[in-house]
């Protein structure tokens, strides 16, 4: 059975660093095809993408953030981290991450997310 | 970047309708990469649709996608109370990689 689970802070202050740890099981980040997905959700707005890893250690962001985030991978802890600097109010949102298989184009597995506000 | 235009925003329609969803591509999209997903309050989205029109795992067979270039459809042939949701397309783009459309409001009449 796959799981993902988001972990991190719920609340950081403007100008801090956010680091966001999804923690999976039930396939290996090392398999040829398999890739991990964030996505964040403004509460009340449409889902907006932000970045990907796949298992060849490719990583590719959205052009409108690409600047601030960073994402990483550890095989041996199947953990995916992404970091986002420079936070700011509007960057308050639930941030999920997915299971993206390569092969088949789509996210089949999500966590039930987690939420971040971003006030001082 | 591909955009992606969902229509309409909210769609207010009665248990036992028909629903039909639209997403439009700013520039063709492939059909094995636009997908569908269901997100109802408090919860994750669930992947409804991949490759365009395959459904996924345990899906009813009341969804159905449909579509190919810069038109997608999505059809629940008979609306259940529990298919009130949001639901986004989705597309996969190797430059930059993925965007999600606005999301459509299916929300009971």
């Known amino acids: 059975q796959v799981t993902l689970r988001e972990s991190g802070p719920a609340l950081v202050k403007p100008t801090q660093t956010l680091t966001l740890t999804c923690t999976f099981s039930g396939f290996s980040l090392s398999t040829s095809g398999m890739c991990v997905s964030w996505i964040r959700q403004p509460p009340g707005k449409a889902l907006e993408w932000l970045a990907r890893?796949?298992?060849?250690?490719?990583?590719y962001y959205s052009t409108s953030l690409k600047t601030r985030l960073t994402i990483s991978k550890d095989t041996s802890k199947n953990q995916v981290v992404l970091t986002m600097t420079n936070m700011d109010p509007v960057d308050t949102a639930t941030y999920y991450c997915?299971?993206?298989?390569?092969?088949?184009?789509?996210?089949?597995?999500w966590g039930k997310g987690t939420t971040v506000t971003v006030s001082s | 970047e591909i955009v992606l235009t969902q229509s309409p925003g909210t769609l207010s329609l009665s248990p036992g309708e028909r629903a039909t969803l639209s997403c439009r591509a700013s520039?063709?999209?492939?059909?094995?990469?636009l997908a569908w997903y269901q997100q109802k309050p408090g919860q994750a989205p669930r992947l409804l649709i991949y490759?365009?029109?395959s459904r996924a795992t345990g899906i009813p067979d009341r969804f159905s996608g449909s579509g190919s270039g810069t038109d997608f459809t999505l059809t629940i042939s008979r609306l259940e109370p529990e298919d009130f949701a949001v639901y986004y397309c989705q597309q996969y783009g190797s430059s930059p990689p993925d965007t999600f459309g606005q999301g459509t409001k299916l929300e009971i009449k």
């Open positions: 997915a299971r993206f298989l390569y092969t088949s184009y789509y996210m089949d597995v």
């Open positions: 520039q063709s999209v492939s059909s094995s990469y």
């Open positions: 890893i796949d298992w060849d250690d490719d990583k």
């Open positions: 490759g365009a029109s």
